[in-house]
């Protein structure tokens, strides 16, 4: 499995002499991580040290055999750091264990020369926060916003994969006032409004998640998960085996994995992958503001396009910054955020009524954008794109000409399908 991203670290302290139902208690707590498919742990042994019995530990020749320090050492999402905290914290009787967030640069089990090949078990991820069908929708909402994720199956008792629950399904079907992701943004009485309304209405996990499913096989390979992504359009695919679910697997793991497996060279020039240039995976029609647009000319190009971003560019094209529905909710002042939020759940949404709400006149796209934007060329090679793009946790990447005016847009499934290309050409 590749992984990268927010992790956990968890540390235990522990003597060398603890026991847990007869067997050294270091041991017994690998067995249990392992058991639990934790990604891996370390237990390394120390020089000298004391702790909370107050006894000195030493490893001098005349103390060889005594209780010597020990310290166990795990990394990992922290979904499962917090589902085995509370069995590891009933196994160590004594001792200290702390916990401290942090981010993944790489965790790999090696590069390969085809990494399409390589079965989807391989890189998918086995431990999976799921619902179940009556699981309130109010429930759903903080399960999604509490572990950061934008979406989650729904299975019964049996784990047999009955749906998936996006943030998409929550703004259609289920009440929500903004993406997931956006949350944060809302005022304290929207959280309110939409906790209290979420708690109101009777539906469940069932009433709004999709039911018409493109799933794998743990035993596919990479190249056919990618194939069903760039046919069907999808961000993710659930693993199913025998109509249990297995495990889940996403854009972003697969771009993730390509990434690691086409490392750029120590000196010289990435290659450019054969017959494959980011102008044939661009989208041209691009929705762009001027610099001095108000923020109903912001709205009405994301309206006109109906993508989630616009590039603000000057007379001449080119890119000055970029802005998000994000960035409108982050930066636009207090007073005018619940017009903007119905103006931009009608936008996702198109079965919402377009809000007439007037908006505040004196932001413009300057003081909203985010600049300076990560952009590439035309004769940027697919590898280098895709560094960027995983490396910076960006969705696009406008694409310039040498005096950097704009020629078009370049997106994660635009690479996706890229990549595919490119390894069928090779």
Do not use: C
Request: charged share 25%; no cysteine.
């Amino acid at each position: 499995m590749l992984w990268q991203g927010n992790a956990v670290k968890l540390l235990v302290y522990i003597g060398e002499s603890d026991k847990y139902q007869g067997k050294p208690l270091y041991m017994a707590l690998l067995e249990f991580l392992k058991a639990n498919g934790a990604a891996g742990a370390t237990v390394s042994r120390g020089l000298a040290g004391f702790g909370a019995r107050s006894r000195i530990h030493t490893a001098s020749i005349v103390a060889l055999s005594q209780d010597l320090p020990l310290r166990l050492e795990w990394v990992d999402r922290g979904e499962l750091v917090e589902r085995l905290l509370p069995h590891i914290r009933a196994m160590v009787d004594g001792g200290l264990i702390t916990v401290e967030s942090l981010e993944v640069v790489q965790y790999a089990p090696g590069r390969r020369a085809d990494p399409l090949s390589m079965p989807v078990r391989d890189a998918m991820r086995a431990d999976v926060t799921s619902a179940s069908p009556d699981t309130p929708v109010a429930e759903v909402v903080a399960l999604l916003t509490r572990r950061g994720y934008r979406a989650l199956p729904v299975l019964d008792g049996q784990k047999r994969l009955l749906g998936i629950i996006t943030d998409g399904d929550l703004l259609r079907r289920g009440g929500l006032l903004a993406r997931l992701n956006l949350q944060d943004q809302l005022s304290e009485a929207d959280r309110g409004q939409q906790r209290a309304a979420l708690r109101d209405k009777p539906q469940t996990a069932a009433d709004i998640m999709t039911v018409q499913l493109v799933t794998l096989s743990p035993d596919d390979d990479l190249r056919h998960a990618m194939e069903l992504m760039v046919a069907h359009g999808l961000k993710r695919l659930p693993v199913v085996s025998d109509g249990v679910l297995a495990g889940w697997l996403s854009r972003v793991d697969l771009l993730r994995l390509m990434e690691y497996h086409q490392p750029l060279p120590l000196d010289g020039p990435p290659p450019a992958a054969a017959g494959i240039a980011l102008t044939d995976l661009m989208v041209a029609e691009v929705a762009v503001v001027a610099p001095e647009a108000g923020m109903e000319g912001i709205l009405a190009a994301l309206e006109g396009s109906r993508q989630r971003r616009v590039l603000v560019v000057d007379d001449q094209r080119r890119v000055l910054g970029i802005i998000t529905d994000g960035d409108l909710l982050r930066r636009t002042r207090p007073k005018g955020r619940r017009q903007l939020l119905a103006r931009l759940r009608a936008l996702i949404d198109p079965s919402q009524k377009r809000a007439d709400a007037a908006l505040p006149a004196d932001e413009t796209a300057r003081t909203l954008m985010s600049a300076p934007v990560i952009t590439v060329s035309p004769e940027t090679p697919l590898s280098e794109a895709l560094r960027l793009l995983v490396g910076h946790k960006i969705k696009r990447l406008p694409v310039v000409d040498g005096e950097g005016r704009l020629l078009g847009l370049v997106g994660r499934g635009s690479l996706l399908r890229g990549l595919l290309a490119a390894e069928g050409s090779g």
